[in-house]
């Protein structure tokens, strides 16, 4: 079904096209929007004021040949109940509340309800999470994790093909260090006669940078250690599994809460195809040697002195870095993926690293971004109470799992207070599901550019923009739709019908479902969903303040009205990556 929004795009556009000489008509020139407020109406159309400016004529009279040609074009008198000229020359337009009702009528029946899936499959990588081996995953992580799995969820609504792609930190010169030192003091972790958690490597991996610093013999044998690890010799080969494995043990339990797929494919995926990479730059006359190491300059990265930045491609001692590693990682995923769009989410921070990583690949010829989208979805701070970047009391980073496992024993509380009736295991699970929703409804629901204060008395709230106060409405309805309880038969007969004020604005906010996908798959911001439904809930509660159900004689229309509003809901939280309960 085409959106409310590009049905009367399209409409306004004819509209114009006939009303005025096509010179006049750029593309950008069609603007309509949902209205700010009732009293204009359901959509507008801005377009009159600057199409005036261009044929110097009185912006109301250019509004007014739009409004007469857009009158007469087909079917329009179905559609559209009123057109109203304001201000300088606004277009107000209001929906016919039987158009309302048709399409809810329609969306009933429809799995992906008013939004067209992508008619080509497209390949859509999406590089989102990916931690440090040996390194805890911090509240950095949380974010691109949560914001990652949203949009992957969102194109696998779409029907698209998304592969979810982990680009763990799992290669460079720092593993020498720790390998030497774990096989100097913690061997019997290597050997595998004893398991540790990823709190000790971490601990290691410092204490590692420590002697590297300080002795010189270590120094020494840590660069052996990653000769031999990049040479595969077969005993670094396995101590780095070992590091590699602890450590994704710590991230999968993390994914398994948060109920996040990803495959892992970390940089040293990569390794083996750097080196022809870095020929290849060279022999296309991209590298420029600097103090020793391949460097890549593109025109118009500069620092803050007014230099040009370098792409490092390999430094003055022969190893790759990070800079490699995404290089080729981009040609990979165009050349063997064959990806139409690459997404890839991580702190705001690392913004400039990919618009380089972009410029060079374009410039080497690795992808063309006529034909292959690239977004660099970049993300602000999680701040604690006191606005400075969040930490532990006693100033660490914080740990992500004790962050999750912190918001389920709040959760937790909550619920022993508000069903103390349930048993102990299904508090327990419905902790896990208000908690975990808690953490992520509070991410995605602020504009990923900005920061935000992490706060688990506010995130866990029944009032206010929060996941808690969404599946309260959830369950509420719910429990209305088993009370009313409309055999099947009965609404098999059932068309919706709308007449009260609350009705139409719930209904014309159903309506509404595709075009907010749309503009989160243009945009992706995520928090476009989330604005989606809590305005949903907000509507859905003045309809059910206003509008008898049970027993009205409009019961049953009301109840497809509920249900659609509830499945609603339900789709917007799984693409959100959240979870809904039956009962609270
Ligand atoms: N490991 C990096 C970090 O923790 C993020 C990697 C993001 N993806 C990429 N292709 N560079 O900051």
């Given at each position: 079904m085409q959106t409310l929004l590009t049905l009367f795009r399209d409409l306004f556009s004819r509209a114009i096209k006939q009303a005025f000489p096509a010179e006049f008509i750029e593309s950008d020139l069609i603007e309509i929007t949902p209205s700010t407020s009732e009293k204009f109406g359901h959509y507008q159309c801005n377009s009159a004021m600057k199409l005036a400016k261009m044929l110097q004529q009185p912006p109301r009279a250019v509004a007014q040949a739009i409004v007469t040609h857009l009158e007469h074009l087909p079917s329009v008198s179905e559609w559209v109940e009123k057109l109203e000229i304001a201000g300088p020359g606004f277009i107000n337009m209001t929906v016919r509340a039987e158009y309302l009702a048709q399409r809810v009528n329609s969306m009933l029946h429809e799995p992906y309800f008013d939004l067209t899936r992508s008619e080509k499959k497209e390949k859509i990588v999406v590089d989102f999470s990916s931690p440090n081996v040996a390194k805890e995953m911090h509240v950095g992580h949380l974010r691109s994790t949560v914001i990652g799995d949203s949009l992957c969820r969102l194109f696998e609504f779409y029907g698209d093909d998304v592969l979810r792609l982990n680009h763990l930190g799992d290669w460079g010169t720092a593993f020498g260090m720790l390998i030497a030192y774990m096989k100097e003091e913690h061997a019997d972790v290597l050997k595998g006669t004893r398991t540790c958690e990823l709190s000790e490597l971490m601990e290691w991996y410092k204490a590692s940078k420590k002697r590297f610093d300080e002795d010189e013999e270590f120094k020494k044998r840590s660069q052996l250690e990653v000769v031999a690890l990049q040479s595969g010799e077969p005993d670094s080969q396995a101590a780095w599994n070992k590091i590699v494995d602890i450590s994704r043990r710590a991230y999968c339990q993390i994914y398994q809460l948060l109920d996040v797929k990803i495959i892992d494919r970390g940089e040293s995926f990569y390794n083996p195809l750097l080196k022809a990479l870095v020929h290849d730059l060279d022999v296309k006359g991209l590298v420029t040697i600097s103090d020793g190491a391949k460097c890549v300059y593109l025109e118009g990265f500069k620092n803050r002195e007014g230099e040009l930045l370098p792409l490092m491609v390999q430094k003055s001692d022969g190893g790759f870095n990070y800079d490699t590693t995404d290089l080729a990682a981009l040609r990979q995923r165009v050349d063997e993926e064959k990806a139409d769009r690459l997404i890839y989410v991580t702190d705001q921070g690392q913004g400039n690293h990919f618009a380089m990583i972009f410029k060079a690949g374009e410039n080497a010829g690795y992808v063309d971004p006529k034909k292959v989208r690239l977004d660099h979805v970049g993300f602000g701070l999680v701040l604690g109470a006191d606005g400075k970047k969040f930490k532990t009391r006693s100033g660490e980073v914080e740990k992500l799992i004790d962050l999750l496992t912190t918001a389920i024993s709040h959760a937790k509380k909550i619920i022993s207070e508000r069903t103390p009736e349930l048993s102990a295991e299904e508090q327990e699970k419905n902790a896990i599901v208000l908690g975990i929703n808690a953490v992520k409804y509070a991410d995605l629901s602020c504009n990923r550019h900005h920061d935000y204060v992490f706060s688990y008395d506010k995130m866990l709230r029944f009032e206010g923009n929060t996941a808690s106060f969404l599946l309260y409405a959830y369950v509420r309805i719910l429990s209305i739709k088993r009370r009313v309880a409309v055999p099947e038969s009965v609404l098999a007969e059932t068309a919706i019908v709308l007449t009260h004020p609350s009705e139409i604005n719930l209904a014309l906010h159903l309506c509404r479902f595709g075009e907010t996908l749309e503009q989160m798959k243009q945009d992706l911001l995520p928090n476009h969903l989330t604005d989606y439904l809590y305005n949903l809930a907000e509507y859905f509660n003045a309809f059910f303040r206003d509008c008898r159900v049970?027993?009205?004689?409009e019961q049953n229309s009301r109840w497809l009205l509920c249900d659609l509003t509830a499945r609603l809901i339900q789709q917007g939280f799984d693409i959100l990556g959240l979870k809904t309960l039956e009962r609270m």
């Open positions: 049970e027993g009205s004689p």
